[in-house]
């Protein structure tokens, strides 16, 4: 793995010649991709050439390939399903930090008694999350 050379906004807007607050508005905007340290910006020098346009000899990386999950859950009272819920936050909450974050929503019908959750992620967090979420399952019944 070879080390990248990061920039600080300030130098950034210096390259591109930019203000630094058009530079840190640009990251807030998400247009200049940069990983916040501290109360400060550091941007790598691949992000700053591919938002100033310079061609790069590597090839572009592939687009991750998410999918998307309804699992529904019959048969809970109120209780088990907000105890479920934040089950589920709290194992997405402890994962380890991934670079692609899933996505995650929960809906309970209390007239049908049916939780129902949303799971946006690879399919190999996905299959992680759904796996643990089936042995819980398995444990309560």
């Not at 916040?36 to 938002?51: M, N, P, Q, T, V």
């Amino acid at each position: 793995m070879t080390s990248e050379e990061f920039y600080t906004a300030e130098q950034a807007a210096e390259r591109l010649k930019l203000h630094p607050k058009t530079v840190l508005r640009l990251i807030r905007e998400k247009r200049l991709r940069a990983t916040r340290i501290g109360k400060s910006y550091r941007i790598l020098r691949s992000d700053l050439e591919a938002f100033a346009g310079v061609s790069n000899s590597a090839p572009a990386p592939q687009a991750e390939v998410y999918v998307t999950s309804i699992v529904e859950v019959p048969d809970l009272s109120a209780e088990i399903s907000n105890r479920l819920t934040v089950l589920m936050q709290a194992m997405l909450i402890s994962r380890h930090r991934r670079p692609h974050a899933m996505q995650f929503n929960a809906a309970y019908d209390a007239e049908r008694q049916l939780q129902k959750f949303i799971l946006i992620g690879t399919p190999s967090d996905t299959a992680e999350l759904l796996n643990s979420l089936d042995a819980y399952l398995k444990a309560l019944r």
